[in-house]
């Protein structure tokens, strides 16, 4: 059994672990990080990533920040092989970079250099790529700056939404770095270095960036609510009330005229007007309620009704 690392905390992580494990790679120790707040109550909760070590019996630590010369410490005396991070949701200082002989290995949900940074997932559904994929790059101390070993791709559908799309590209990558890691560690995949010329870089979301804005072509609009499911989550309010549009398609049957937001119901369906084009809403949530289809709940709003922005006092929220 080799002895490495893994670095990792939402579900993401969780899947590639799986796939890892199936593969016979179980880490010699895993780490997370610390426990959060979580529902109503608030309450300390491990993540998902803890919980798939606890019922392995895996040794975690959960540092709250890895510059802390104990943790450092403590990795060191381990002597992994190799590190591995996915969604770890912590940069790697040279102190641990420069720890495994084989290095520190990150899997990235995009092809790299494209869509570096936070948000690459909902990236790829803003800009309407056709494609996408994950990279198992050997880190530096960059921002996903280092050298690629290897990628793969994946087309995508004008419906797949940000948690579906997540959830396809953790199952991928596990693949990919099943695929990777004895060829890597045998010394016949070199690392190759990216192209600078076309790397792009994406930020961490807030809360404020699921708001819709109708002024846009439809085609955005609806690429703008899929790549913010399930967060931050698409919004936008009637008569002072919240609404979290789920899902949404490009309405391409007859002009529908109106300003920006303007809503027609044709059939039980829900046709919003855009700058250009409309979109149909499939699935909506009001505030404080539950999801519904729109032909289910379609009779609850009126002819003509604006979907729009709040006042400026709504509280843009925290980011992630």
């Known amino acids: 059994m080799i002895p490495f690392v893994f670095m990792g905390t939402p579900e993401f992580s969780t899947v590639i672990l799986d796939e890892l494990e199936a593969a016979n790679f179980v880490p010699s120790l895993v780490i997370t990080q610390p426990d959060r707040p979580c529902g109503r109550g608030r309450k300390l909760a491990p993540s998902p990533v803890s919980l798939w070590a606890e019922a392995r019996g895996i040794r975690t630590l959960k540092p709250r920040t890895c510059r802390d010369q104990v943790f450092v410490d403590q990795l060191k005396a381990l002597e992994p092989v190799f590190i591995l991070t996915a969604a770890f949701g912590q940069i790697l200082p040279a102190s641990i970079l420069e720890i495994p002989d084989k290095g520190c290995l990150n899997l990235h949900a995009s092809l790299l250099p494209r869509y570096r940074g936070a948000s690459p997932v909902q990236a790829a559904l803003l800009n309407g790529d056709k494609e ?142 855009c700058g250009e084009g409309a979109v149909e809403i499939l699935e909506i949530q009001p505030e404080s309620g539950t999801a519904m289809t729109c032909v289910t709940c379609s009779h609850n709003f009126e002819e003509g009704s604006i979907f729009g922005a709040c006042a400026p006092c709504e509280d843009p929220g925290e980011d992630r």
Request: glycine residues 10%; hydrophobic residues 40%; charged residues 25%.
């Open 132 to 273: 996408t994929g994950v990279t198992l790059m050997l880190m530096d101390e960059g921002l996903d700056t280092g050298p690629i070993i290897s990628r793969s791709r994946v087309a995508l559908t004008d419906q797949i939404g940000a948690g579906e799309l997540n959830l396809a590209l953790a199952r991928l990558g596990g693949e990919l770095v099943a695929e990777s890691l004895c060829p890597y560690l045998e010394g016949k995949l070199i690392p190759q270095p990216q192209d600078e010329s076309r790397a792009t870089i994406t930020r961490l979301l807030k809360k404020a960036d699921g708001e819709v804005d109708f002024d846009q072509p439809a085609f955005q609009v609806h690429n703008h609510i899929r790549a913010m499911n399930p967060w931050p989550g698409a919004f936008a309010f009637l008569d002072g009330k919240r609404y979290k549009l789920l899902r949404a398609r490009v309405f391409e049957e007859s002009f529908v005229p109106g300003v920006p937001g303007e809503l027609h119901l044709i059939d039980r369906r829900m046709i919003l007007v």
